[in-house]
């Protein structure tokens, strides 16, 4: 266990559909990482927060967004979600912004678009 | 811009064999390397890392890397595969510029477990 949590597990919606991710960071981390895993593309990095300010984007889409609150959980919102949506969506967390001691991974969230 | 590459996308080793998974990456300056690994259904967990130092790289699970400046590589290897080491790999970069922390994944490689 990382200590990271995301809920949920499982989603499955259809397209054109919004949904929201979330990601409870280990106890004292600042940074929450984004990530997708899919078939075709791999893990990519989205996005990034530090201590409630975006760090850093990726390939992260115009329909996706996120934030982080000032409890530090962070949530991942996908709107007008399309087939190729369908993905594992990983948070990480870590202490640092560079996050070069390590980057803690949570379970992740299994989304399916129908 | 910084890339890893993972050229065998499935390896199939016995058990008891010992393993070697290929990491090449592309990168300007000294890379901040990881190698992770990814159970079925788990999230990635965190094998080894590579900051500066001893090129040789020693960590969880009876696994250790070498960084190779002049290949560009960092190749992941244990002297005997146990049943319980098949999974899938990635190995990763850390962005040099800005002050952020993301890491660039290889595509990953699947190890098979043979009895």
């Known amino acids: 266990d990382s200590g990271v949590t995301q809920t949920p597990k499982h989603l499955i919606t259809a397209t054109g559909q919004r949904v929201t991710l979330r990601c409870s960071p280990r106890?004292?981390?600042?940074?929450v990482y984004w990530y997708q895993q899919s078939l075709d593309q791999g893990l990519q990095f989205l996005i990034q927060?530090?201590?409630?300010?975006?760090?850093a984007k990726g390939n992260i889409l115009e329909r996706f967004s996120a934030q982080q609150f000032p409890d530090l959980h962070s949530e991942l919102n996908l709107s007008s979600l399309e087939l190729g949506d369908s993905a594992l969506y990983f948070c990480a967390s870590s202490v640092t912004v560079r996050g070069y001691n390590e980057q803690f991974f949570g379970p992740g969230t299994r989304l399916t678009v129908l | 811009a910084q890339s890893v590459t993972q050229p065998d996308i499935h390896i199939t080793v016995s058990e008891g064999a010992s393993l070697e998974l290929r990491c090449n990456y592309s990168y300007g300056a000294t890379p901040y390397l990881f190698w992770y690994v990814q159970s079925p259904g788990q999230g990635l967990q965190l094998l080894l890392k590579?900051?500066?130092?001893?090129?040789l790289v020693q960590g969880i699970k009876g696994f250790e890397a070498e960084f190779k400046r002049s290949q560009s590589s960092f190749n992941l290897r244990k002297p005997s595969v146990h049943w319980s080491d098949a999974a899938e790999y990635f190995c990763?970069?850390?962005?040099?510029?800005?002050?952020?922390?993301?890491?660039?994944f290889g595509q990953g490689t699947t190890l098979q477990v043979k009895p």
């Open positions: 927060y530090y201590n409630g300010e975006e760090r």
């Open positions: 590579y900051f500066s130092g001893d090129t």
């Open positions: 990763a970069v850390g962005e040099e510029s800005g002050n952020t922390g993301k890491l660039i």
């Open positions: 106890s004292g981390d600042l940074s």
